[in-house]
Each structure stands twice: as structure tokens, then as C-alpha cells.
């Protein structure tokens, strides 16, 4: 009998892992599109959507799981809704904004175009041949949400491919196989076919704010159609022109901005072209790579074009007017083979069949840097325990280390005779690598310093299919198909330790965190627990009739009886080393638990029946076509085996292959928080940080939201705080956190109980990451650790996930702190120094040394120094360098004895100066006819001061000077002469 989870078993570690993100695959097939703000991108991965943020520079995918790959996304001009259709043509209506499926609708032919009306209530599906318009969804509470309108089904002699609706919604233009275009109405009775092309139609598209027409065919051919309207006779379109053929006779994609009347084209050789039109005049060329582009997008805008291929999985975001890339992301083309969290659980790198090496931020989902140094398919993946080096195993017998500072292969370690690396790892301090052959079953041992070849440990007698070594210690770990698995002691010259026996082929091991305990996994599907020290075996778990998997295309064997689909082939420890996550070739992942020895969490991570090895009979809804379809159970049909020797992902030989589904790597996070399983499909993410989740905790009759807030409102902080955790909402939780007064912080932590710390710990860690209030956050982190420290020291392996999870947020907080400190230092920098003279002295003052001039060089001074009513400035020269400011200082107290002599000047004289009224400034005007040079030998001007008129105390200004007066005499004179 199996034996069940108790009821309530939680332990430590939370089991409500739920789908957050999908990562190592962007695009897979299918058509893209851009959300009405033009600032997501949605994008299919075979039987998911997933939304790039541009503008946040981050990336989810939604929860909805097609039951085959999505080949046509639509959205709602008012960004609610959206439509999804599969290949099993299957129509999902989703809500953008809650990201939950609304209603699904199996569609009876193959659907290949789906458009929204201009207003959102109505979308229009090309359902084979025939056009339908269907009601969509309102709002507001409706008792028949989705409402067939209409169908004309006296249409296309082929199937509907593109389609598209004018800017009221009068008419609805289609294109199909037959090269014909149709324009038909919803309201009126009206039909128009427009024959233009010689191929299939791949666009077809209204104006901005007319009926003019825009087409694109296969042919590449493009059209442009003008609308004449009659009063006698039905609407009708003319062609624009005649254009000549592109130079690229096949088009694979196009794509239409009504608003500024741009058309993208794309060919099967890779290059796309942006023309204006009606003129079809080329703008922009761009080739993408060499293979047929699949889709192509605008966003809003029309800066901002999308483009999708599908043969290496790449997606772009190309801004055509400053030819730059907005987005650039590629997943592995032909699969991934492994992967590894790095320490702080931030970053996940993941190895494919192409030789590739990808490394993926948790957090945006994005991928920024790719490694190709590999000549083949990378088999083994490990971090270093800093963080700052990646180590890689691949097929064509290189190990390599890659530093994630300079983003370089800086170390290349090669065994003494060319073999396949199977599996790799790394001692605790980083400086010892070692890598198993698949050729020779030997172990290759290597210094990362320097590269060199340390030892050889030989002892196995099969091929070698994991190692790893022991957190707290230099041991290495080995398990091989020979039935075995070995520990060696890398510093000692001993070929082994110990050997532990197996009935059947060891496949994968994993070693507790703390050191204590080796699980092993066989053939057999049994885990076999063993004691490090003593070598001897503490627990067993038979765990082969856990994975449940669907017959393979062309295999005679039942699920039941496929020994394929009966033993795992990862296995991997929680961070709190409770509980053991294992995968094989099916698409299934098992939870156990150690102590108790149970399974307590099976996830079925697929059904999308576009892969093999699914369960059909029991997944596959009904309604579908496929469910009524008979299999072929005749025992010449069952028997037959066409499949090439030697093949195990699916028959080559046959025009079309399904991938098989199966698990190829599952681990833990380091902070417990989330595991990812590495699949056909591409990286799987599980988190338990889920918004939607409701997972009370010792939850009592009497918790109330009402309840909570009268407590926070009567000031009782810390029963507020308490019975938030009980009813564990996570919006609650946070109101009455923000709201507890920072004076009684310390008073709330010190009576906290212990049952509640781990999750106050993980709440404040998870608060962190999206608060601005650093200081709040962090008093609340010192008072825990203040008041609680000893209890944490006596239980380090039930707070290690919490704590992993805490400096991963501290650590991105205090790099986040010490940027924006130095942007700041340096700014404040650059604004004393650009003010501060440049030939100022330590107190601030300018040493000027004046030079005598000759009369040219006076004459110029005088003139560039003339101010608005063409008049120049009195100088006087002082030979020895004084500071500027005892300068004028004397300048301004001699001012009253030149007033005086001014006075008296002006007197005897016949003209007075125009502007006597206006008062002495002193302006940042160079002095004009006076020539300094600093001690550095730059010239200078009084330090950038000059005096100019200024009244005296007895509120007269002066007179100008001789200088002055005498020329001004002599221009009167020659004015009057």
C-alpha cells in the first residue's frame, strides 16, 4: 500500500509551488503582437503566451496552458481581453489584467486569422473558409457573455489567412489561400471581391481613417487600393497602381501601420523591408538572420518593430529610425541539456544541445549574456560558491570556466586524451575541478588556478552519470552504471573510500546541505538513502509507479509497462534538506519527504498534446476532433517499428517528429523559494511567491480583517501584527506592517514568538525588494537579529532558506545604495569644481600677476570691452600679485575721491555722460585693457571681477574718467565739424 502525507504535514518547507515563469524559450512559432500602449510584447511558447515589458525591462508568462501550441494571439483595443487560438483550434478568451481565462470555445475547422473590432465588442474568426463575427465579452456581469452574430460562408475557396476591420467597423476585409480578397459587411448586405494577387494572401489591412485598402501576398506582390463610394451602385476599390514584383518572390510575413501608412515585409532568406505607402517607397532594410521570418509586429508608435523566427527561437525589437535594439532574446535551438542556480539564487544558467551557454535573471526573466565557446552540447553546469565563475562540461571534451565579471572563458582544461565529459563539479573553495569521462570511466581532477591536470581517479567500471562533492568537506562523490557509487578523497592519495552497492544502475545523486546525507537514485526508480560517515543505508522510497507518463508514438508498450517511464533521472535536496525533488523521462515532478518517507507533491508540468509522451486519453478535452479519433490497434500496426537506429528523441526519418516530453534537470533554489525543472519546452519555474495563494496559519474563528484593523486602530501592534500572519493575506500583512509606529518596532520584535519569526523574516526580506522605506526595513532586520539571535544559531538548518532569501535582497539593496551614493558623489564633484575658478587657491582667492601691455594690445582690450552704450572702463595696474579681493576692496574706497575729481572735470567741460544715473555693478566682465597671468602662466582677468559705475553715499554716480571725457570730445567735435 502507499503510504499518504499526514494530514497537515507542512514541516519547515511550504509545498504550494505554483507556476510563475518560463525561461530558455522566447519563441517557439506562431503570430506576435504588441498590446494597444505598445509597451508589451506577447509572444507564444508552444502551448503558453509570454509578456515581455519593454518598458520595465521585465518578462512573465502567463498561467494559461493551451492543450497544443498557440499559433494566432489578438487583443482588444482596450487592452482587456485577449484571444488565444492553438493548433488543436481551441479558443481561449483571457483577462489581461487578472491573467485568468474567461471562457474557451472548440472550434469545428482551422482557424488561422482572429481580429477584434475597433471598439472591442466584437472579434472576427476565419474559420476555414467561412467568416464568423462573434460578441465579445463585456465588463458588466452578462448571462450570454460570447454570442455568435453572424457567418458568411460563402467566402474563400481556401482557407482565411489574414483579416482585418475598418476604422468603424463597417466592413471586414479577409484574405485567403486563393488569392482573393473579400470585403464584406456586418450590417449591410454586401460582398466585394477584389482578385490582385497570383498566391496567398499573408496581410490585408484598412487605412487609418479610410477604406483605402493595403495587401501583401506570398507572391510578393504588394497591392494598394483606393475606395469610390456611389450612391447608385455598392461601394468599390480601384488599384492605386501596378507596382513591379519585389525582389524576393516568397514572403513569409508582413505587417501594416495605419496611422503613419507603413508596411514591413518579410522574405524565407531573412531580410525585411519597411516601405511607405501608397508610393512603396523603401525606408529601412534590415536582415535578421538566415531563415524565414515568421511574424512581424508594429507597437503604437510604428517606431518599433517586432520580428519573430522561428527555426533558432529569436525575437527581436528593432527601432528602424535609430537602429538599435530594443529587445533581443534567443533560446537554445535545439534544446536544454542542464542547469544551476547560482548562490544567491539571482541568476540561472542553463546549457543546450547548440553548444550554448545562457545565463537568466530570476527576476526579468531576461537572458544577458550567451557563452558559444562550446563545439558541442554543453552536458553539466556548476556555479562557483562566490558567484563570480561558471564551470561547463560539454561533449567535445573541454571543461571550461567562464568569469561572470568580464563575461569571458578565461580557463580551458582538457583531459590527456580526447573523451566526452559527462558530468562536473567543484570542491567547496572553488580551486579544485573534476570531470568524469563517458569513454574511459575515469575521473579527471584540475587545478582552476592554473588549468593543470592533477590527478586521475580510476575504480569505475561503467560510465560515470554524476558527481558532486560534499558541502562541508573535500569529499568527492561518484555514482556510475556500474551499480555503484564511489567517494574519493581528492587530497589523500587513496583511489577510494568507500563503495556503496546498488541492485540496478545508479543514474543521478544529491547531497543534503549539511553534509550528513547521500541520496541515490537507480534504475529500479528506488531512492536509497545512505549516512555519510558510517556508509550505511537509513531509508528507502520504491518511486516507480510515481511517474505516470503517456505512451510514445510508435512505441508497442503501455505506459504501465514502459520501464522508461519508471526511474528517475534528477534528483536534488530543499535548502532546509527536508524534502528531495526528483524528475525523469516523463512530465511529472515528485515532491518527497525525507523523514517520513511519503510523497507529498506530484506536479504535472505539461499537457500540451503537440508533444509526445502524453497522456491523451485521460488530458485531452472533449469535443476536441482528436478525442474521437480511433487509434489503430491492430497487432501488425502496434508491432511495427519504423524508427531509425539508435534514436531516442523521436523518428528523423518520418516529415514531421514530435519532441518528447520529458524532464531533463530539476533543482532547488538556494533560498528554498521556487525549483525549476529544465524540459523540452523550456525552463519551468515554480515559486512560492504567489499573490493569489491562501494559506492560513493556526487560523481561529475570530480573525477578521475587521478584527485586525480595530486592533492596529487601538494601538495593540503586536496582536495586529500576529493575527495578520494567521490569516497570512498578504496585503493585510503588509498594512499593518507599514503601519506599526518606528518607535515600537524594538518593543513588537522582542515579543514576538518564535513560531512566527521565520515567516516575519521572510515577509520583511520579500517587503524589501519593492519598498522605498530602506531605513524602516532595516530597523526591523537589526531588532530581529538583536533579539533573536541565539534561537537562530540553535536552529541554522530551518532558517537557512529565510536567511539565503534575506541577504539575496540586502545584498541588491546595499549595491543599489553604494551606485546611487557614487552617481551623487561624483555630481557634487563636478558642480564645486565647475564652480570654483580654475585658478583659485586653497582659500578660494585668485593670485594675479600683472604683465604691462603695449598699445595694440590695449587698443583691442578697449574695444572688446565696450558695453552697450559703446563706452570702456577706467583700469588701473598694480605690478605686484595681490588676492582680487584686497583688489577691489581699494577699487571701491577709492571711489569717492574719483567722484569728486570727476566732478570737477565735468564741470569745466561741455558734455556730460548719458547714463550718470545708472549705478556701479560688479559683473563677470573681464577688465579690458589689462593683461594678468597667474602663477601657472594662464592668463586671467582680476579673476572674472571687474567694477563697474556704482553710486556713492551721497546717491550722485560719477563722472566718467579723463580718458573717457576726451574721447567723447573729440567724436562731438568731428560730428559737429
Known sequence: KRRLAPVGFVGRMKLGFQFANLCGSVYTGGSIVFTPDGKKLLSPVNNRVTVFNLAENTSFTLTLEAHKNVKRIAVAPNSFLAIIVDEGNSVYLVNLQKRVVLHTIILKDECRAVMFSPDSQYFAVGLGTALEIWKAPALVKEFRPLVKIKTFKKTHTGLITCLDWSH?????????????????????????????????????????????????????????????????????????????VLPFHELTSAAYHKKNQLLIVGSKHGAITLYAMPDQTTIHELSVANTPVSSLTFNKGG????????????????????????????????????????????????????????????????????????????????????????LSAGQDGTTRAFDMTRYKNFRTMVPPQRTQISALAADPSGEIIV??????????????????????????????????????????????????????????????????????????????????????????????????????????????????GGRVEGNPRLPTTNTENQYFTSVSYSADGTCV?????????????????????????????????????????????SHYLEEDTSERSILADHSLPGVKTGDFSKRNVKPIMKTEAVTFSPTGRSFGAVTVEGLLIYSLDSNYNFDPFELEMNITTDAIETALQEGEYLKSLLMSFKLNEKPIIKKVYENIPYSQIKLVVENVPTTYLARLVGFVAQHMETSPHLEFDLCWVTS???????????????????????????????????????DNSFTLDFVCHAAKP???????????????????????????????????????????????????????????????????????????????????????????????????????????????????????????????????????KQSSS
Open 581 to 625: 525533488i526528483a524528475g525523469g523521462n516523463t512530465n511529472i515532478v515528485c515532491i518527497y519527504q525525507v523523514a517520513q518517507r511519503v510523497l507529498v507533491k506530484r506536479f504535472l508540468i505539461s499537457k500540451n498534446f503537440s508533444l509526445d509522451n502524453i497522456s491523451r486519453r485521460r488530458e485531452e478535452p472533449k469535443g476536441s476532433i
Open 303 to 390: 517606431e518599433w518593430l517586432g520580428v519573430a523566427c522561428k527555426r533558432f527561437g529569436q525575437l527581436l525589437v528593432w527601432e528602424w529610425q535609430s537602429e538599435t535594439y530594443v529587445l533581443k532574446q534567443q533560446g537554445h535551438s535545439y534544446g536544454m541539456s542542464c542547469m544551476a542556480y547560482s548562490p544567491n539564487g539571482k541568476l540561472i544558467a542553463t546549457g543546450g544541445r547548440d553548444g550554448k551557454i545562457k545565463v537568466w535573471n530570476t527576476n526579468s526573466g531576461f537572458c544577458f549574456v550567451t557563452f558559444s565557446d562550446h563545439q558541442g552540447p554543453v552536458t553539466s553546469l556548476t556555479f562557483s560558491q562566490n558567484g563570480n565563475v561558471i
Open 784 to 822: 530581529i537579529l538583536n533579539f533573536h539571535g541565539p534561537f537562530f544559531s540553535s536552529q541554522p538548518v530551518a532558517m537557512f532558506p529565510t536567511f539565503r532569501q534575506l541577504q539575496k535582497v540586502l545584498t541588491r539593496q546595499r549595491d543599489d545604495v553604494v551606485k546611487l551614493s557614487e
Open 435 to 548: 570531470g568524469s569521462s563517458l569513454d574511459n570511466y575515469e575521473i579527471y581532477v584540475w587545478s582552476l588556478q592554473t588549468g593543470n591536470l592533477l590527478d586521475i581517479l580510476a575504480g569505475h567500471e561503467g560510465p560515470i552519470s554524476c558527481l558532486s562533492f560534499s558541502p562541508i568537506r573535500s569529499v568527492l562523490f561518484s555514482s556510475s552504471w556500474d551499480k555503484t557509487a564511489r567517494s574519493w578523497d581528492v587530497f589523500e592519495n587513496k583511489p577510494y573510500r568507500d563503495i556503496l552497492q546498488h541492485n540496478s544502475d545508479v543514474l543521478t545523486l544529491a547531497i543534503r546541505p549539511d553534509g550528513k546525507e547521500l541520496c541515490t537514485s537507480d534504475m529500479t526508480g528506488t531512492f536509497t538513502f545512505w549516512h555519510i560517515d558510517s556508509s550505511s543505508i537509513v531509508g528507502l522510497i520504491e518511486a516507480k509507479k510515481d511517474l505516470g
Open 838 to 972: 580654475k585658478d583659485a587657491n586653497a582659500n578660494g582667492d585668485v593670485e594675479i600677476k600683472m604683465e604691462p601691455m603695449d598699445d595694440d594690445d590695449m587698443k583691442d582690450e578697449a574695444m572688446e570691452s565696450e558695453d552697450a552704450d559703446g563706452q570702456g572702463f577706467d583700469e588701473w595696474i598694480t605690478p605686484d600679485v595681490v588676492p582680487a579681493k584686497e583688489i577691489l576692496e581699494e577699487e571701491i574706497a577709492s571711489v569717492p575721491k574719483r567722484v569728486a575729481n570727476d566732478r570737477n572735470g565735468n564741470q569745466n567741460g561741455n558734455d556730460q555722460d548719458d547714463d550718470d544715473d545708472e549705478p556701479i555693478e560688479i559683473a563677470s566682465k573681464p577688465a579690458p585693457s589689462t593683461k594678468m597671468t597667474s602663477k601657472n602662466g594662464a592668463h586671467s582677468k582680476m579673476g572674472g571681477k571687474v567694477i563697474k559705475k556704482i553710486k556713492t553715499e551721497n546717491g550722485n554716480a560719477p563722472s566718467p574718467s579723463p580718458a573717457k571725457t576726451s574721447k567723447a570730445k573729440n567724436k562731438k
Open 168 to 244: 468603424d467597423g463597417r466592413f471586414i476585409v479577409s484574405g485567403g489561400e486563393d488569392s482573393q480578397i473579400w470585403v464584406q459587411s456586418r450590417t449591410e448586405d454586401f460582398v466585394r471581391v477584389l482578385p490582385r494577387h497570383i498566391g496567398p494572401l499573408k496581410m490585408v489591412a484598412f487605412a487609418f481613417d479610410s477604406y483605402n485598402m493595403v495587401s501583401a501576398g506570398k507572391d510578393g506582390r504588394l497591392g494598394y487600393f483606393e475606395y469610390e463610394e456611389s450612391k447608385k451602385k455598392n461601394p468599390n476599390w480601384k488599384v492605386h497602381n501596378k507596382p513591379p
